[in-house]
């Protein structure tokens, strides 16, 4: 169950908090992110899904580089290599890469033809074919 605290709901046994939340935090909140598709909490529960089917991602070799504004870290594994870049510009950086998308971080993302279009502020993991 939750109750009312100024305005907002806790759950049973929360502490009231002592800070003023501002109103505009309730975007963050668990409840409407998991509604979103393109939440930040929606990614961090792909991308841990994602390390938990990829084993490269979480006990392959990690190999980091970088090329201008994008940073990239190959992870390789037994049986896979899969690569997360980074773009930290705030150009849309073209990528070559051969494989499959498996998540990122943006919708703006394009993938053809072997190149990756990463936009500013964007990191996209890709599966090595």
Do not use: F, K
Not at 17 to 43: C, E, F, K, M, Y
Not at 61 to 74: C, Q, W, Y
């Amino acid at each position: 169950m939750e109750r009312l605290c100024r305005r907002r709901l806790l759950p049973d046994g929360a502490a009231e908090p002592w800070l003023p939340i501002p109103a505009n935090w309730a975007q963050h909140a668990v409840s409407r992110q998991t509604r979103d598709g393109g939440s930040t909490l929606t990614l961090y529960r792909r991308a841990l899904a994602l390390r938990a089917a990829h084993p490269a991602l979480g006990s392959g070799t990690a190999t980091v580089s970088t090329s201008g504004d994008v940073l990239t870290v190959r992870c390789a594994g037994d049986d896979e290599t899969v690569t997360c870049v980074l773009n930290m510009g705030t150009d849309t950086a073209l990528v070559p890469h051969a494989g499959t998308v498996l998540l990122a971080s943006s919708t703006h993302v394009r993938s053809a033809h072997g190149t990756v279009a990463l936009p500013a502020d964007t990191a996209v993991w890709l599966l090595e074919d």
